[in-house]
């Protein structure tokens, strides 16, 4: 059964483990292996996942969600709001072996509800990450733009899928 809930600083070991195995299937063939394991120690490193937490916590909109499916933790989904009715989608990420499974769009359909009146919501995916490419797209995201992105002298193609959602 999926249970899709708010994140706790009891997920942060859990959000950890699925970043390693999520990035390491998505990105090992886009990114070298040094860029995804030095990535992985910054921006999931306890001390910013616990500030991450807690900024949700303290946030009258709660944006950052936990899937369980019978009761394991097998994904995590943050947002940022961009404006009253735009939110970015910053990370969603779902254990492989649970691909597939409608937990991806639990994720989706659990922000339109808790972040309401949300009238689009956007991500930026790598140009060359057709597994997140093939996710937005079956989802109803539309391609909208491109741009460069460089980090640590990795220059990739980002593209920006939006969904406009309508109440």
Known sequence: MLTIRFVSNDDIPHIQSIAHETWIFTYQDIYPIDYIHNFL????SYENLSRSVERDLQSAKRNFLIAEFN???VGYAQTRQVNEEEYELLRIYVRPVYHKQGIG???IQ???QVLKPIKKL??????DNHIGRAFYEKRGFKEVEEM???IDGNSKIQTKYELEISI
Request: zero cysteines.
């Open 41 to 44: 120690s910054k921006a999931y």
């Open 71 to 73: 009761n394991e933790v």
């Open 105 to 107: 769009n639990g994720f």
């Open 110 to 112: 659990e922000f339109v």
């Open 122 to 127: 956007f991500a930026w995916v790598a140009k």
């Open 148 to 150: 460069a992105e460089t």
